[in-house]
């Protein structure tokens, strides 16, 4: 069984950093792409970023220069490093895994997700 566990999400003042890790059981996902989304209360869930299976990285407009996504294939692991947060990066966050390649911003390409944490940053 396919199981993703996030963490590492918090409360933060803005301008500070948090580390999200996603790690993966029952499969190896080396070979996939794996995103990050959020959502926020209220609103639809958005695509962050994704890390192909090239290394390729992608990220939302919003979250440039300030957000890295990486992974650790030996620990199956995906993480996102959070610098310079904002009070609007306030959400719950999604790691997801897809068993193909195509379009790393759909939520519709991932077959797997996390049940999410909650990162909140203060004004």
């Known amino acids: 069984q396919v199981q993703l566990v996030e963490s590492g999400g918090g409360l933060v003042q803005a301008g500070g950093s948090l580390r999200l890790s996603c790690a993966a059981s029952?499969?190896?996902?080396?070979?996939?792409?794996m995103g990050w989304f959020r959502q926020a209360p209220g609103k639809e869930r958005e695509f962050v970023a994704a890390?192909?299976?090239?290394?390729?990285?992608y990220y939302t407009d919003s979250v440039k220069g300030r957000f890295t996504i990486s992974r650790d294939n030996a620990k199956n692991t995906v993480y996102l490093q959070m610098n310079s947060l904002k009070p609007e990066d306030t959400a719950v966050y999604y790691c997801?895994?897809?068993?193909?390649?195509?379009?790393?911003?759909?939520?519709?390409?991932?077959?797997?997700w996390g049940q999410g944490t909650q990162v909140t940053v203060s004004p």
């Open positions: 997801a895994a897809s068993s193909r390649a195509g379009r790393v911003v759909l939520t519709s390409l991932y077959d797997y």
């Open positions: 029952g499969r190896t996902f080396s070979n996939y792409p």
């Open positions: 890390l192909t299976r090239s290394g390729n990285t």
